[in-house]
Nanobody, 122 residues
Framework: QVKLVGSGGGLVQAGGSLRLSCAAS????????MGWFRQAPGKEREFVAG????????DYADSVKGRFTISRDNAKNTVLLQMNSLKPEDTAVYYC???????????????WGQGTQVTVSS
């Protein structure tokens, strides 16, 4: 069992930056692929970024490539999402996710955090 707690959301102007953090608890959390999804009002949840258990593989949605960077610190069981050059269309609730079997963008992840709101004003 893995519990995920996301944090770091907030209100920022277009062009600004935010850093989201996901703290994972559980004995084997460092063995899980992890990542971030987001859901904007009236839209389906979509993949944003993912990282393999050892950080060797990273994937990004086309809409965030070059602006967002995902990283992890297994010693702290933490995954970070650095978001730069934010745009109003990045406004959404961001969810941390984890999966033991495969990279999160290839499946419906087993575990989800509670979501953190990111609002980008124009």
């Amino acid at each position: 069992q893995v519990k995920l707690v996301g944090s770091g959301g907030g209100l920022v102007q277009a062009g600004g930056s935010l850093r989201l953090s996901c703290a994972a608890s559980g004995r084997t959390a460092s063995n899980y692929a992890m990542g971030w999804f987001r859901q904007a009002p009236g839209k389906e949840r979509e993949f944003v970024a993912g990282i393999s258990w050892n950080g060797g593989s990273k994937d990004y949605a086309d809409s965030v490539k070059g602006r967002f960077t995902i990283s992890r610190d297994n010693a702290k069981n933490t995954v970070l999402l650095q978001m730069n050059s934010l745009k109003p269309e990045d406004t959404a609730v961001y969810y941390c996710a984890a999966d033991r079997r495969m990279l999160v963008h290839l499946t419906t992840p087993e575990y989800w955090g509670q979501g953190t709101q990111v609002t980008v004003s124009s």
